[in-house]
């Protein structure tokens, strides 16, 4: 079974590398981004065939390791 977790910075917390594609994007032409914030995608192949236990699992494995939960939140996505 696999699982797609989306990690993305809090709202209020600053994203500099967000900013620096913003100010990237604006030097390239691309006029109108008013802002960038950036994120990670991870994808777990994960063993078992029940999808509840999985998402558990890939939430236990979030609040352990995977996302900063102070200042990022997470999705997970049972596909």
């Known amino acids: 079974m696999k699982a797609r977790v989306h990690v993305m910075l809090k709202d209020g917390v600053l994203d ?7 100010h990237a994007l604006g030097s390239l032409g691309f006029e109108g981004v008013n802002g960038v914030r950036q994120g990670k995608v991870i994808e777990l192949d994960l063993a078992g065939e029940d999808p509840a236990a999985a998402e558990a699992e890939a939430r236990k494995m979030c609040e352990a390791l995977l996302a900063n939960t102070v200042i990022e939140r997470y999705e997970v996505e049972i596909l």
């Open 16 to 22: 500099p590398q967000g900013e620096a594609v913003r």
